[in-house]
Every structure is written in C-alpha cells, then in structure tokens.
C-alpha cells in the first residue's frame, strides 16, 4: 500500500477516532440526560428515522455511486466536464431531497408507526413524532454534506469529510448542556438533542465549502444540468439507495423487532451498537472511503490486476485491526458500558442488558468490515444491482434470525441476527467478485493464524482486568485510568505478538 494512501488512512482514522470518542461523550450525556426508558426510545427511534435515509438517499448512495462516475469523468473526459457533472448530481440532490423533507413532515406519525409499531399505544409515539419532525430537515442538510464529501473524496481532499462528524457531535451535546442543563430554554432535554441535530448539520455543510472554495469546485444550483453522465449517475444511486446501506437496514429491522421487546430494549441496542461502529469507524469505513477512488479510478483504466490488488490489500487492513477488536470487546464489555455510561437514569441493568447485546454485535464485527470493503470493490465496478440483490437476501436472512432469536434471547438476539446476516452476505459477495474475475486477496491461512493467535494471546492478557471488578461503581478516575490501561496494554501486546510471529507487513512504509 502507497504512503500517501497510508497517510490518508491514518489521517480519516485519527479524525474518525475524534469523532468516535466525541461521539461516545454524547452517549453518555444521552444516557445521562434521557436514561434508558421512554424518553430514550422516543428519541433514538426518531433519530434513526432521518439517519436511515440519510444513507440510503444521502452518503450510501452518493458515495458508492457518484464517487466511481465522476471519477470516471475526470479520467476520460477531464475535469471541467467532471465539475459539470458534480453541478447537475447537486441540483437534482437538492430539489429531490427537500420534497422529501416536506413530505417526511406530513407524514411522520405514518413513519413512526411503520418503524417502531410498538409504540403506537405507548406515550412514547407522540413524542418521537415530534422530534422526527424536528429532526427530518438534516436528511437535506446531510445529503449537500455527502456530495460535497465524494467531490472531495475524488480529488484526493480526505480531512474536511472525515471531520464533519466532529462537528455533529459537538453540536449534540453543547446544546443540550448550554441550553437545557446550565440555561433551561429547552423544557425537554430530547428537543435540546434534536436541535443540536439540526444545527449541526449546517456546520458540517459550512465546513466542507472552505476546502471546495480553496480547490475552486463550482458550487450552487444550475438551470442546465443535462449531463451525459447524469443517467449513469442517477441509475446507481437509485440502485445503491439501498444495497449500500444493508448494515443499517438491519440496525432498522432490529429497532422495529425491539420496540416489541420490554422498554430499554430499543437502547441497549443503540449503545451497544454504538459502541461497535468505533472500531469499525476506525479501520473499515476508513479503509473503504480511502480506497474507493482509487479503486474507481482502477476500473476506469480496465486495471483488473491493480484493483485485485488494492481490494486485497484492503481486506487485509481491516482484519488486522478488527479480529483484535472482536476479542477486546468480548472481554472487556461490561466494563465498557460501566465505567462510559453507569450515571444519572442508566442503571447496572441496563449497563449489563446493553454489554450482552454488544457481545453478539462484535460476532460480526470483521465480517462487516470486510463487507464494507467488497461492496466499495462492486461499486468501484458500478455493479451496484449486484449489492442490491445480496443487500435483500441478507435482510430476509436478518428478519428470519431475528424473529427466531428474539423470544429466547431478547434484544441479544436481534444483535445476534445481524451478525449472523453479515456474516452470510460476505460469503456471497466473495463469491460474487471471484466470478467477476477480482480475488479479495490470497492471504495465506498462516497469516490469518498470525493475527488470531496474537488476538487470543491479547485476550488472555485482558482477562484479569476485566475480573478486578473496578468497574461495578461506575465512572470513576481509577476505573477510567485501569479500563484505558487495559485498551492501551492490549494493543501494544497485540501488535508485539504480531511482530514476534513474523507478521511485519503492517510495519512497513
């Protein structure tokens, strides 16, 4: 792997790592501020409504879609016709994703019913209407940010993309604190959430303008949109709408099923899947957006052997970092969710109910970190139908298990399912690309030996913090100090392990 696209790697990890981290701040002042009852439900389900479809008609889409044609169009036709295209994708963005913000407003009881039903004869419905009305103008405001992030993507600028996260994270938890905690002009601590929601958005716009005004990318609306590329465009994204997105269509499956479980069921489930985006965050949505450009730009000089290459290397990225994650996590849940989240209205119940959930979630935590890497190869192809069709087989495969899962296993179960799903989805789409003539890389088995055996030796390391018990009281400046101490001793054993196994590729420029 070049150094640049190291560079890039490490510089979308490290601002994906702030935002993570950020973002595990916000968790903990929503379980401060909204607990894990009603109030919880309410927001999250209503929160998951403009963030489900803002990856199906906003950074799903327009990431695996436009990011492989203007890349295209840069390559053949140059970069003012690319521009063009970029100015006509904005223009019909625009217009398509404020008739459905204004539609979104009318009928979001409708939404709210279809996806969490069990809320209908719960106080918790009117009150996830209202902040789904609140909140359903970000879909907008989101879908500017993720054309924006791909014109970036494609001329090499990662930082302000990988930087706009931060800003929604700030935003969601100053204005709860300055304006409901320290100054009440909030009477409800979720209208504050939401709020901070909306004006985030608009900062996370504002922060790409600067980076496309310095790299002099045409901005604004246009009368003359026509494009010969724009159908091609159009056709994917309508396309990856949905297969992009699998991973979250199954977060939305597991919301509806836990709205039908006891109250908190719907919020174990958000922490503990908070809690695994941050390793997936780090390592495969990071290696996936960096290599997605050059894997477009590989396919549009017919360059098979190089995008086999760059797919493998991609593959290989990902496992290194999250087979350790995997075992990490199991060992060390329970203290995870203590020492981050045991405060105010979240109680060591719902400490323990949210751990359960996370261990079944981190089952599948490399298979969806190669997914993420196979789906970019299909769209680098622009075989988007292809994802759709294995995205549809998953989610029946995720409904079924859930189904299954959920009356013996609770919430746990739905956790379970999804890993299940993904797990199955890779299988398919590995089978998929090897017809296609592109190989996810032919890594010897003793490398894969190499990374489980230095990952199982970490764990047995982990062991005995996790049962020191620091972590029963909650928050603490020792259990803190003891549960990063563990973080930090895992990885440099880990990564030593690896080293004394003859596994130096990481290593190297």
């Known amino acids: 792997m070049k150094i640049r696209v190291k560079k890039n790697i490490a510089t979308v990890s490290g601002l994906t790592g702030i935002s993570r981290v950020l973002g595990f701040i916000r968790d903990m002042v929503l379980a401060w501020l909204l607990g894990a009852g009603i109030l919880a439900d309410a927001f999250i389900v209503a929160f ?71 809320f209908i004869h719960n106080e ?16 907008l405001l989101i879908g500017i940010v993720a054309l924006f992030m791909g014109i970036l993507n494609s001329l090499g600028h990662f930082s302000a993309p990988a930087a706009a996260p931060i800003l929604l ?37 504002l922060l790409h303008v600067i980076p496309l005004k310095r790299l002099r990318v045409p901005l604004g609306l246009t009368r003359s949109f026509y494009h010969p590329r724009l159908r091609q465009v159009a056709s994917l994204m309508g396309v990856a709408a949905i297969g992009a997105s699998v991973y979250q269509i199954n977060v939305f499956v597991g919301t509806l099923l836990a709205s039908l479980l006891a109250t908190g069921s719907v919020s174990y489930l958000y922490y503990a899947n908070r809690i695994v985006e ?19 730009r590989a396919y549009a ?53 949210s751990a359960y959930a996370l261990r079944m979630y981190a089952l599948g935590l490399c298979a969806v970190g190669i997914s993420r890497i ?44 999804s890993s299940i799903s993904v797990v199955l989805q890779v299988i398919i789409l590995y089978r998929v690309l090897i017809k296609k003539g592109i190989s996810p890389g032919k890594i010897p088995v003793v490398q894969y030996a190499k990374m ?15 049962s020191m018990q620091f972590w029963l009281e909650g928050f603490t400046l020792y259990g803190l100090f003891l549960l990063l101490s563990s973080i930090v001793s895992g990885a440099v054993i880990y990564f030593g392990l690896l080293w004394l196994l003859g596994f130096r ?5």
């Not at 290459?309 to 203290?335: K, Q």
Request: hydrophobic fraction near 60%; charged fraction near 10%; charge should be neutral.
């Open 48 to 118: 998951r409504i403009p963030n489900l479809l803002r990856r199906f008609m906003a950074e799903g889409a327009v990431s695996v879609a436009f990011v492989p044609v203007f890349s295209e169009a840069k390559e053949r036709d140059g970069l003012e016709k690319a521009f063009v295209l970029a100015r006509g994708v904005f223009t019909i963005m625009f217009l398509a994703l404020t008739a459905v913000v204004i539609v979104g407003e009318i009928v979001a009881p409708a939404v709210v019913a279809v996806i969490a039903p069990g």
């Open 124 to 139: 918790a419905f009117d009150t996830a209407v209202h902040l789904t009305r609140i909140m359903f103008p970000y879909i």
């Open 169 to 205: 994270n700030v935003f969601m938890i100053g204005i709860p604190i300055v304006f409901y905690v320290l100054i009440p002009v909030f009477s409800s601590p979720a209208d504050a959430f939401a709020w901070g929601v909306i004006l985030g958005g608009i900062a996370q716009v």
């Open 278 to 296: 941050l390793p997936l965050g780090l390592f495969a949505f990071a290696v996936g957006n960096v290599m997605l450009p050059s894997m477009s």
């Open 301 to 353: 000089r017919s360059d098979t052997k190089g995008l086999t290459s760059l797919v493998g290397e991609s593959v290989s990225a990902v496992l290194v970092f999250t087979i350790p994650a995997t075992v990490g996590i199991m060992v060390l849940a329970e203290p995870i969710f203590s020492i981050l989240f045991l405060r105010g209205a979240f109680t060591m119940t719902d400490a323990l109910a």
């Open 374 to 417: 196979l789906t970019q190869a299909l769209y680098a192809m622009q075989q988007a139908r292809s994802v759709v069709n294995i995205a549809w087989i998953a989610l029946v495969i995720n409904i079924l298990v859930s189904v299954a899962l959920m009356m013996p296993m609770q919430h746990a179960g739905i956790a379970l399912a």
């Open 452 to 466: 489980i055996a230095a990952a199982a030796g970490m764990g047995l390391c982990l062991i005995p913090f996790a």
């Open 505 to 509: 590729q990481i290593f190297r420029k």
